[in-house]
């Protein structure tokens, strides 16, 4: 997972979504949802919004509690041009990270759509 995180910072996202495949493949089921949320976010900078969908998907229905794949989910969605959908996602990050200002300003961007 450090080996992608590395690659993510430098922007190398194909190298980044190879780490997080090889790590979901040695990795323990309590790890899995924060690397399918990371993949989600490279497939997303390289404009794969489906693949990202998929992963944020997987991610939240690992870990119903973690606020980070609900907002990769709102993304992609966001993306898809699924608004509705995509605020019911940020409104889960919300519920549970209220303070978190990434998903106050995503909220805020689709309220404005």
């Not at 998907?57 to 870990?63: F, G």
């Not at 409104?91 to 909220?107: D, F, G, I, M, Q």
Request: hydrophobic share 45%; proline share 3%.
């Amino acid at each position: 997972r450090q080996e992608g995180n590395a690659a993510f910072k430098a922007g190398d996202f194909p190298l980044a979504i190879a780490k997080y495949d090889a790590a979901l493949a040695l990795c323990s089921p309590s790890e899995a949802h924060i690397l399918r949320t990371n993949r989600s976010l490279c497939n997303f900078k390289l404009g794969r919004i489906d693949e990202s969908l998929s992963d944020a998907i997987s991610a939240t229905l690992l870990r119903q509690d973690w606020a980070k794949a609900w907002c990769r989910k709102a993304l992609a969605l966001q993306a898809l041009g699924n608004f509705n959908a995509s605020m019911e996602a940020v409104k889960v990050a919300l519920e549970l990270e209220p303070k978190n200002a990434e998903y106050s300003n995503l909220r805020d961007e689709l309220e404005e759509m």
